[in-house]
């Protein structure tokens, strides 16, 4: 009797940048930090800043039952801010660190905004939409790709999440 191949699950090809770099890491802490905000006030403990240029235009953190908001998302937050900063929707010289993979939203803001550099911290297995559970960062069919560059402090990232949940059950 013939065994029947399997297939193997593979994460889809993501345009990776160069590797993780001290800067990286730096911008990572001050999203840590934003994330450290949310935990403070009660909100799942996500954070994000974008920087343009070597600089930081914008932070977020999410602030969903803080202002009654489902997209209100650090990702969400930071773009906003980071738009309003440099006075334009395409963010095309930016890059954004967030704490965790990107949702499908928030994957989906990134491209609409044109961001050139995603770095993010841990993976998210339940939504992550960089390549978690769906790919809509560089998603074959989309004409922008986005570099991408994950695991950047993911163990302090994962950890944070992990207090905030345990402390709610």
């Keep these: 009797m013939a065994r029947r191949k399997t297939a193997v699950h593979q994460r889809p090809e993501t345009k990776r940048s ?23 006030a009660g909100e799942v403990p996500v954070g994000a800043v974008v ?10 953190w999410n602030r969903n039952i803080t202002d ?32 965790i993979e990107p949702c499908s ?3 989906g803001a990134l491209v609409h905004a044109r961001i050139k550099r995603l770095v993010y911290g841990a993976d998210d297995p339940k939504a992550g939409a960089v390549h978690s559970v769906m790919q809509v960062l560089n998603h074959p069919q989309l004409n922008h ?7 950047v ?9 992990q207090v905030f949940f345990r402390n709610r059950r």
């Design 18 to 40: 160069r590797p993780n770099t001290p800067s990286d890491e730096l911008w990572m802490e001050d999203a840590l930090r934003c994330a450290q905000r949310a935990l403070e």
């Design 51 to 60: 920087v343009c240029q070597g600089r930081i235009v914008s932070r977020g």
């Design 68 to 99: 009654s908001d489902p997209t209100a998302h650090a990702e969400i937050v930071a773009l906003r801010q980071a738009g309003a900063t440099v006075g334009n929707h395409r963010l095309g010289d930016c890059e954004l660190f967030a704490t």
């Design 105 to 107: 939203m928030c994957a």
């Design 145 to 151: 790709k986005i570099e991408v560059q994950g695991g």
């Design 153 to 161: 402090l993911a163990g302090r990232s994962a950890e944070l999440l």
